[in-house]
């Protein structure tokens, strides 16, 4: 199968690149950042989703399947070019999926959509709705993106629509949101808040990505890997010190003391859960994570320490 | 043994046929330790502080989805404490009981932290939908908040009923055990709530006692299950025969309360000297 990746240079982008690419697809990808030392059979094309470039790839090369990794996700990155790329790049993929032919679109979306409230549930099925934007605003451009996304579904019905909404991964990698937070010795707690967290190695989530595009996978799913722990917990077990800080505090010292620069939103994630039920996914495609939680751990400290 | 960590308590939340992971640790996030912190604590008031007498435990499924379904009494969830400490205590195989806490106890530090590794989660249909499903037992109080708000004087009364949990039976197939639970308006008597007072705090009231705060009397304390009822009908039926539903659990209510309060008043009196 010739397959495109949008966003092919990031972290979980290049595994599931590279799995695709030794099970004996054709992968093609486009990013604006290069990927120094790809595989060779790996065309990327360093360019911009949004431009006329990127849908002459389309026109071109013609890719049976698309995979959408190319939103922005940092928090730290906050501006208009953020917004920009995560929706109209959106928009841009699906639109050329459906003109050139595709006949399956995946969109790698996240599990913090469902947003973490104190009076949220526990668990969230696929129904739930973006609860994220009221208690983190910051996370609107990602939130509409997985929305737009899913209306693909009745926008172009001949094209097999998959949006995965997956949780926090942790892996050799040391990178994403989960692993940016556990880096330091010292990890900030809300005092009095230990929520859950669900995490998934890398490799699992390249897996579950990967097994989406084998079944044709259509409509919206969770995933997820093991079962979530409680933050002290994780914390601990990654070899770092869990250190309660009152609320106020912790707001003050975003961006200061060697913590990242996040908005204020982001004690939410830090005080409630954000958990995801994946009966469906595993239900439709058969997956199942090789990694349990430990593993995924020691994965993240053999590199982080 | 001490007060905060009781063996004879720990050797039975090792027994609950719940699927703790090598952490010790559910799917919901319970855990095995804070459980036997907490259940000790209430192993103490439940058998030294209150004792409590608990009548018809037999008739509560040792497996499989069942709903809890009782009074409030007291002017703090003491009730539901005692509930819970009954089924972890006395059925054999022990049960942990989840019940839907008020919405507020989440907004609190600690609070929020306990009620979560307890597995006493927000009040919320999805929530307790879960709970079934995933054949636990689930523990109800149909009046919520106006329940405990009730005033000494108002102790063995009931007030409105609310529907949910007729249709949540329905739509998951699930037993009710109706339960009176008798005493908690002696051991808390709440003489007036404070309600512009509470808004502050995000809590529905505050309840104010003979001696201000609603610290519990050492009174006697009396549960009753009575026998598990099965509802019949559809959870899409009209608000009619629904609140038709709840009226009949209610009365099983009201009657258990009535023979409880019967007994208790017995028992008392056998006691005097």
């Known amino acids: 199968m010739k397959v495109l990746i949008p966003g092919i240079t990031g972290r979980l982008a290049r595994t599931v690149a590279t799995k695709l690419h030794e099970a004996g697809h054709q992968v093609l990808g486009i990013d604006r950042r290069p990927w120094l030392n790809a595989p060779k059979d790996i065309e990327v094309f360093q360019i911009d989703i949004r431009k006329r470039a990127a849908e002459e790839v389309f026109r071109k090369h013609r890719p049976e399947a698309v995979i959408h990794m190319a939103t922005v996700t940092h928090l730290t990155v906050r501006n208009e070019d953020r917004f920009r790329i995560n929706l109209f790049g959106t928009r841009a993929v699906f639109d050329h999926c459906a003109h050139y032919g595709a006949k399956r679109c995946i969109f790698v979306g996240r599990h913090t959509y469902y947003g973490a409230a104190a009076d949220s549930s526990l668990y969230h099925g696929e129904e739930d709705p973006p609860f994220a934007m009221t208690t983190f605003p910051e996370l609107a451009d990602l939130v509409a993106a997985d929305l737009y996304a899913g209306s693909a579904l009745w926008r172009y019905p001949e094209l097999d629509t998959c949006v995965l909404r997956m949780c926090y991964t942790l892996g050799p990698s040391v990178s994403g949101t989960l692993a940016t937070f556990l880096k330091a010795q010292r990890v900030p707690m809300v005092l009095g808040f230990d929520p859950l967290y669900q995490f998934m190695h890398e490799e699992d989530a390249a897996d579950a990505i990967c097994v989406s595009l084998e079944k044709g996978l259509r409509g919206v799913y969770n995933v997820a890997g093991p079962q979530p722990m409680p933050f002290s917990n994780l914390i601990r077990a990654a070899g770092r010190t869990p250190v309660p800080v009152p609320e106020i505090v912790l707001k003050l010292a975003f961006g200061r003391f060697g913590l990242p620069a996040l908005p204020p939103g982001a004690v939410a994630h830090l005080k409630y859960p954000v958990v995801i039920d994946d009966s469906s996914f595993r239900t439709a495609t058969g997956y199942n994570n090789k990694y349990d939680e430990d593993q995924t751990i020691a994965a993240f400290r053999s590199v982080a320490g | ?273």
């Not at chain 2, 209430?42 to 499924?61: A, R």
């Not at chain 2, 201000?212 to 009908?233: A, C």
Request: with cysteine; aromatic share 8%.
């Open chain 2, 1 to 273: 043994m001490s007060l905060l960590w009781d063996e004879e308590v720990a050797a039975r939340v090792d027994r609950l046929e719940l699927p703790f992971n090598k952490r010790g640790l559910d799917p919901y996030g319970i855990s095995k330790k804070d459980l036997t912190r907490w259940f000790s604590i209430l192993s103490w008031l439940y058998k030294n502080y209150f004792t409590v007498t608990v009548e018809g435990i037999g008739n509560v499924p040792p497996r499989g989805r069942c709903m809890l379904v009782g009074n409030h009494s007291g002017g703090v969830a003491l009730d539901g404490a005692m509930v819970l400490a009954s089924m972890l205590l006395e059925m054999e195989p022990p049960r942990l009981a989840q019940a839907m806490v008020e919405k507020f106890l989440n907004l609190i530090p600690f609070s929020a932290q306990w009620t979560s590794r307890t597995g006493q989660l927000t009040g919320l249909p999805e929530h307790a939908e879960r709970i079934l499903r995933d054949e636990r037992l689930l523990l109800v109080f149909p009046e919520g908040a106006r329940g405990t708000a009730k005033l000494y004087w108002e102790r063995h009364s009931l007030v409105e009923f609310g529907s949910g949990f007729v249709r949540l039976a329905l739509s998951t197939d699930t037993p009710i055990v109706p339960f009176a639970f008798i005493g908690g308006g002696e051991a808390i008597p709440t003489v007036m709530n404070l309600y512009k007072l509470a808004k502050l705090f995000g809590a529905p009231y505050i309840p104010i006692t003979p001696w201000l705060v609603p610290l519990p009397r050492r009174v006697p304390l009396r549960i009753l299950y009575g026998e598990p009822v099965r509802l019949h009908g559809s959870p899409s039926d009209e608000d009619a025969a629904i609140e038709a539903l709840v009226e009949s659990v209610k009365q099983r209510i009201a009657a258990l309360i009535a023979a409880g309060t019967q007994r208790h008043r017995d028992s008392q009196q056998r006691a005097l000297p």
